[in-house]
């Protein structure tokens, strides 16, 4: 189906270029071991930590900075989906988004919608966060879905994915220790009740004394993780994909035949009545 390559790496901070440089070694080592795509984590080419600076390093879709990754895509003949600081130019608002891009010369962006103010998170000093509609990604002939990080806690995004055609999952991540053991259940879980892959790149190393966790994780259809990375480490690794198992899984255990408009109706009635809307 198609085989993945996973870039659990630690970015700099407030350093695109040596990013990219990191980016283009990761790129070469997997398309050679034959990913056809290559996920890097959240944030990754200005560093989840770079904090006010981001003001200044963010770019716009048509950047330098993605211009960059979009050659390497066509050098390489791979799709690759990095996390990076989005600027708006229109409002000159930031937006923390994911970017695909393609072999193909396009590239497409997810903005994140869930952005955590809490415990050492601060994402709402930065970003604003996106209220608008999402789209599935063709990646060859597979259909994607992309989140960033806390998204994958809102399991009606996933969903919304995997009735648009999702058969993989993707979460790119800024994933702190003591978060890490809750991100490898939600993995399996989202997984699970949609019946899809799930694939969850976090990024590694410490950064004013907080540790990212790293230990990216690939999960089958029916919750069977196929590949953990080490913890707290660097590493590149590939997985491959069969759709086989996702038709298979989605036989075994029909969730998605077996949903029903009522309960789409009742979980908008509770919102609705208990959000004031």
């Not at 060859?140 to 989140?147: E, Q, T, Y």
């Not at 995004?157 to 053991?181: C, E, H, M, N, W």
């Not at 949609?194 to 966790?213: D, P, S």
Request: aromatic letters at 12%.
């Amino acid at each position: 189906m198609l085989r993945v390559g996973l870039a659990q790496l630690k970015p700099y901070v407030a350093n695109p270029e040596k990013n990219l440089g990191k980016m283009e070694e990761a790129v070469k080592k997997l398309s050679d071991s034959g990913a056809g795509l290559i996920v890097f984590p959240e944030l990754y080419l200005q560093g989840y930590m770079s904090r006010d600076l981001l003001y200044r390093l963010a770019e716009p879709v048509d950047g330098e900075i993605l211009g960059k990754v979009l050659d390497m895509a066509r050098e390489y003949n791979v799709y690759i989906i990095t996390g990076f600081a989005e600027r708006d130019t229109k409002y000159e608002v930031l937006y923390n988004s994911a970017a695909l891009a393609t072999p193909e010369g396009e590239v497409k962006t997810y903005r994140k919608m869930h952005l955590p103010d809490f415990s050492v998170f601060d994402e709402w000093r930065y970003f604003r966060r996106w209220d608008g509609p999402v789209q599935v990604w063709r990646i060859g002939n597979i259909d994607f879905g992309v989140m960033i990080c806390y998204d994958v806690f809102f399991p009606e995004l996933a969903r919304a994915y995997t009735y648009q055609g999702a058969k993989v999952l993707v979460a790119i991540s800024a994933t702190p220790d003591f978060s890490q053991p809750l991100f490898h259940i939600v993995a399996r879980a989202r997984a699970i009740e949609n019946t899809t892959y799930f694939i969850w790149v976090n990024m590694v190393g410490t950064y004013e004394g907080l540790g990212f966790a790293g230990a990216s994780r690939v999960v089958e259809p029916l919750g069977r993780v196929v590949k953990d990375l080490p913890h707290m480490e660097e590493a590149l690794e590939v997985v491959d994909l069969d759709d086989h198992k996702i038709r298979v899984a989605r036989e075994k255990r029909p969730i998605l035949k077996d949903i029903h408009w009522a309960d789409v109706e009742n979980l908008i009635e509770s919102y609705q009545i208990n959000m004031g809307r």
